[in-house]
């Protein structure tokens, strides 16, 4: 009996101690002069709310600094206290990294960083991660000029960034980490530091693959492309029984194993079918080069499979191109707010050297049909291209990054949503997407090279350390250990200590 009652008195004592510690950190913060919202403030709901409604965290305060010298002096009073600080971008983190991935947590929203100005003599630009992609295509498309990036316009480029940054013209233009040529970054001590090949190289490395676990991104210096001069959008869409839809992914990557060009990009995208056994199944992309030349390019992959139950091509500017794909019908974010989904993600990145066999696509698509059919959630899966012939992706040496996937064929998302995209989520979710990815992986060859890309994040994915970072984690953890000793920057995924 006196064990259980000094237990208590000890947690007692130690949640009196945390509370005031807590209670002098938000004090010191709010000391430093700039806007932080905390618990009870009018608007400190709203600065909490993830955007996929699944998680419900409580930061210890909300930050919304405006430049690098504030951000510099909220690290060093949160070191003094020994608390974990994340910077949030768009938002847009599938598991709430963006608020920490936990409670308490003192988030930096990068929201007053909104930079986006081009170099006209050089073709570079330095861009703020507080701007959303809609935001910086319209920016850049002003000045003749474009991005690799991707298609929502609402995600904010400090966190796509940071991981990847895949989109439609990747296969022409690689990704956009691969365009950054330097990075402005507050470290955990306060340090301000300018980032690049020559300045910090391990460091600047190290932020193009995994940059929210090593500091504060405050501005980006890419390089950018002259638009296309023409870009066409194509839709294909088929209803097609699970044998067919097998047969039409393995014809697809037959296709692109072929000569295609650097300017043809595509996905397949996967929807529930109209009865049970058969699926929606669509080709959707873009094509970047002259529009005269598209059909002859798309034909070989068109003679394997059935007639399409429909078609569209839509040739016309880039600008308008970003906008059709970006599914909104528009590119500004600043006119309306931001909307919220209630889901579960995973993702793989299959091995362009052992491509899905015909018996991991035949289960794949048998599940889809089938079990898919009778999911209570809503659901959808894109299978993306990375590689095929001339991938600019897949051309960047694999250690030139910290990205560690230069050599897959497509990345896979599975997404599924609650029912009217609010809460709560149905645990049946979980498994249903699980077996998804178990149906490829099970039918695969034993030792299956495949990973999964750190953008559609999963906080139930086991040996994560491997599957997104690959031979680059053991340098990323001594990198960890040398720039973030104390491991300040920590979320669910982060770089361990």
């Not at 070191?79 to 920490?100: D, E, K, M, P, T």
């Not at 990847?164 to 022409?172: A, E, P, Q, V």
């Not at 909104?328 to 993702?347: I, M, Q, W």
């Not at 599924?416 to 077996?435: I, K, R």
């Amino acid at each position: 009996m006196a064990h259980r009652l000094l237990f208590f008195a000890f947690l007692t004592l130690w949640s009196s101690l945390a509370t005031a510690s807590t209670a002098d950190l938000v004090s010191s913060l709010k000391a430093l002069n700039f806007t932080i919202v905390t618990p009870g403030d009018p608007n400190y709901p709203t600065a909490s709310t993830a955007f996929n409604l699944r998680y419900t965290f409580e930061p210890a305060a909300v930050a919304y600094p405006t430049n690098a010298q504030q951000i510099s002096a909220l690290l060093k009073v949160s070191r003094q206290f020994n608390h974990q600080v994340v910077a949030r971008s768009g938002g847009h983190s599938y598991i709430a990294n963006g608020l920490g991935g936990k409670d308490g947590v003192v988030v930096v929203d990068m929201t007053n960083f909104m930079t986006v100005a081009v170099d006209s003599s050089t073709g570079t630009a330095i861009i703020g991660p507080g701007n959303r992609l809609g935001n910086v295509a319209l920016a850049l498309n002003d000045k003749g000029r474009a991005l690799p990036h991707g298609t929502c316009p609402y995600v904010g480029v400090g966190g796509h960034s940071g991981f990847g940054g895949y989109g439609f013209t990747s296969r022409k233009w690689g990704l956009l980490l691969d365009t950054i040529l330097s990075i402005n970054v507050v470290l955990a001590d306060g340090t301000i530091a300018n980032v690049s090949q020559t300045t910090h190289p391990n460091l600047f490395w190290a932020l193009r693959g995994s940059s929210a676990s090593f500091g504060i991104v405050t501005a980006i210096q890419v390089m950018t492309f002259p638009t296309p001069s023409s870009a066409t959008v194509f839709e294909y869409n088929w209803n097609l029984n699970a044998a067919d839809a097998a047969k039409a992914v393995g014809a697809f990557q037959h296709f692109v194993q072929t000569n295609i060009p650097q300017e043809f990009a595509a996905e397949i995208v996967i929807g529930k079918g109209s009865v049970q056994g058969n699926l929606s199944w669509g080709l959707t992309g873009g094509w970047y080069g002259p529009a005269d030349q598209f059909q002859s390019v798309i034909a070989p992959f068109l003679a394997k499979v059935p007639k399409p139950a429909s078609t569209s091509l839509t040739p016309g500017t880039y600008i308008n191109s970003v906008q059709f794909l970006g599914g909104l019908g528009r590119l500004n974010t600043s006119s309306s707010p931001d909307g919220h989904d209630t889901f579960y993600a995973k993702s793989l990145m299959t091995p362009e050297a052992s491509p899905m066999s015909n018996a991991a696509r035949t289960a794949f698509m048998s599940y889809l049909a089938n079990d898919g059919f009778n999911a209570t959630t809503d659901w959808f899966v894109e299978i993306e291209l990375y590689g095929g012939t001339n991938s600019a992706i897949n051309n960047v040496p694999i250690d030139a990054t910290a990205f560690a996937h230069r050599s897959s064929m497509f990345t896979i998302q599975f997404y599924t949503s609650a029912p009217g995209n609010v809460p709560p989520f149905p645990p049946a979710g979980f498994s249903f997407l699980d077996e998804m990815v178990n149906s490829i992986v099970n039918n695969s060859p034993k030792g299956w090279d495949y990973g999964a890309y750190a953008n559609y994040i999963d906080d139930r994915l086991q040996n994560w350390q491997q599957l997104y970072y690959g031979p680059h984690y053991p340098r990323l953890k001594a990198l960890k250990d040398q720039y973030d000793p104390m491991n300040t920057f920590s979320f669910p995924t982060s770089i361990e200590e």
